[in-house]
């Protein structure tokens, strides 16, 4: 075999190889750009065509399924359809542009990322300014929770979604609305307990009926950068907190940040 024969195989074998690794791209695959969205599993997570599953940062939306012992039933909390149909809207059969924060999978083994589209509507903020979902904050993914904070604020003021309709019920009752979605939940804050990693706000004495909401120790600094400590400044006060109730030794609900809760006045 000649020598020009050798350098035109190994120039197609280099050629090729390269192609394979990604290390150049040629005119098709440069159009490929992004991910292409396979499936949307819900409000707030899809699945990529390469088999990972995407979880949005910084928003929760309502459940469409709930467990039942070892089994998974449709028994959607209110507007957890409407958000699966507008995430279906954005982005089902297009490309994403996906951001990572620090933390970049959860312990479920899912991708954790902004979601871009059309390289300037970002869908994680979009689901929150249509009322489709509320602000969820874990640190350390906390790069745009002003941006997020901001599109649900606007979305509260316009009652849009799940603020023009969120069921408003009183502390004590909170036993009965367990499992029941989104609630804004009223009461005083008759005592504060402190852990090491969390602060509980007690409404009542009831533990078993009444509500507690949680703070973990994560969020406090939220609180601390406006100016409240929640291991003293909710006690003895009429509050509103907004979240989902489930129930762990009663009737709880977990606070992320300051937008969850709300002081009505001073008892």
Same mark, same amino acid.
């Given at each position: /075999?000649?020598?020009?024969?050798?350098?035109?195989?190994?120039?197609?074998?280099?050629?090729?190889?390269?192609?394979?690794? #990604?290390?150049?791209?040629?005119? $098709?695959?440069?159009?490929?750009?992004?991910?292409?969205?396979?499936?949307? *599993?819900? #409000?707030?997570?899809?699945?990529?065509?390469?088999?990972?599953?995407?979880? %949005?940062?910084?928003?929760?939306? $309502?459940?469409? /399924?709930?467990?039942?012992?070892?089994?998974?039933?449709?028994?959607?909390?209110?507007?957890?359809?409407?958000? +699966? !149909?507008?995430?279906? !809207?954005?982005?089902?059969?297009?490309?994403?542009?996906?951001?990572?924060?620090?933390?970049?999978?959860?312990?479920?083994?899912?991708?954790?990322?902004?979601?871009?589209?059309?390289?300037?509507?970002?869908?994680?903020?979009?689901?929150?300014?249509? #009322?489709?979902?509320?602000?969820?904050?874990?640190? $350390?993914?906390?790069?745009?929770?002003?941006?997020?904070?901001?599109?649900?604020?606007?979305?509260?003021?316009?009652?849009?979604?799940?603020?023009?309709?969120?069921?408003?019920?009183?502390?004590?009752?909170?036993?009965?609305?367990?499992?029941?979605?989104?609630?804004?939940?009223?009461?005083?804050?008759?005592?504060?307990?402190?852990?090491?990693?969390?602060?509980?706000?007690?409404? #009542?004495?009831?533990? +078993?009926?009444?509500?507690?909401?949680?703070?973990?120790?994560?969020?406090?600094?939220?609180?601390?950068?406006?100016?409240?400590?929640?291991? &003293? %400044? %909710?006690?003895?006060?009429?509050?509103?907190?907004?979240? +989902? *109730? !489930? %129930? +762990?030794?009663? $009737?709880? /609900?977990?606070?992320?940040?300051?937008?969850?809760?709300?002081? &009505?006045?001073?008892?």
């Amino acid at each position: /075999m000649g020598i020009n024969r050798l350098r035109s195989y190994f120039g197609i074998f280099l050629i090729t190889s390269l192609l394979a690794t #990604g290390c150049i791209k040629n005119g $098709p695959a440069a159009k490929q750009d992004g991910y292409f969205v396979r499936n949307v *599993i819900d #409000g707030d997570t899809i699945k990529l065509a390469d088999g990972r599953s995407v979880r %949005y940062i910084g928003i929760d939306t $309502p459940e469409a /399924m709930k467990r039942r012992g070892k089994n998974w039933e449709f028994d959607p909390e209110p507007y957890a359809v409407a958000a +699966k !149909e507008y995430n279906r !809207e954005l982005v089902s059969g297009k490309r994403v542009r996906l951001e990572y924060d620090v933390e970049k999978q959860d312990k479920y083994g899912r991708w954790l990322a902004y979601v871009h589209v059309d390289d300037n509507v970002m869908i994680n903020s979009e689901l929150l300014r249509q #009322g489709l979902a509320v602000l969820y904050t874990f640190p $350390p993914n906390v790069k745009y929770m002003d941006l997020l904070l901001e599109a649900q604020n606007e979305a509260r003021r316009n009652k849009r979604g799940l603020w023009g309709s969120l069921k408003g019920i009183a502390a004590e009752k909170a036993y009965e609305n367990t499992g029941k979605g989104f609630c804004a939940v009223r009461g005083a804050v008759t005592d504060i307990y402190v852990a090491a990693d969390r602060v509980f706000l007690n409404f #009542g004495q009831d533990r +078993k009926k009444g509500l507690t909401a949680v703070i973990y120790s994560r969020n406090i600094a939220f609180f601390r950068a406006q100016g409240i400590d929640p291991a &003293i %400044y %909710y006690k003895g006060r009429n509050v509103e907190v907004v979240g +989902k *109730i !489930e %129930y +762990k030794r009663g $009737p709880r /609900m977990v606070i992320d940040n300051p937008s969850q809760i709300t002081v &009505i006045n001073a008892k």
